[in-house]
């Protein structure tokens, strides 16, 4: 069964369910005037409280898709995402340059992860 979870503006899902895996729509920093580090631990914080409000955390994300407008700004966003995923609970990862994101967005993220418990 697919559930699909909290409508985003009519355009799409925030969150789609399908056997206990939860694919995590397009997140965006709440505060676009950070600079990278800020950027990257919004949404890394969004992400971590959305998983929590659907049973799942931090250690049981599978696959991750960033995109970023300025790619010579990873070593920012790493630091930060070292910040919120232990070593031992690292998920795959992409990181993809694009050309706009919209007015001082630096960067989304996409995300795929295993739900835990029931929310």
């Known amino acids: 069964m697919i559930k699909r979870i909290l409508p985003y503006e009519g355009l799409l899902h925030e969150v789609v369910e399908y056997a206990g895996v939860l694919y995590i729509g397009g997140i965006v920093p709440e505060d676009v005037s950070q600079d990278m580090s800020g950027q990257a631990n ?24 960033i995109f970023m407008r300025d790619l010579s700004e990873k070593a920012a966003f790493n630091a930060a995402w070292k910040a919120h995923f232990a070593g031992a609970h690292l998920p795959a990862r992409a990181a993809v340059g694009v050309a706009d994101l919209g007015p001082n967005v630096k960067l ?7 739900r835990v418990s029931a929310a």
Do not use: P, W
């Not at 659907?54 to 994300?61: E, F, I, R, W, Y």
């Not at 989304?108 to 295993?114: D, F, K, L, S």
């Open 42 to 65: 919004d949404v890394l914080g969004q992400l971590s409280r959305l998983l929590e409000a659907l049973g799942s955390d931090m250690a049981n994300v599978l696959q991750v898709t």
């Open 108 to 114: 989304e993220m996409t995300a795929i992860a295993a």
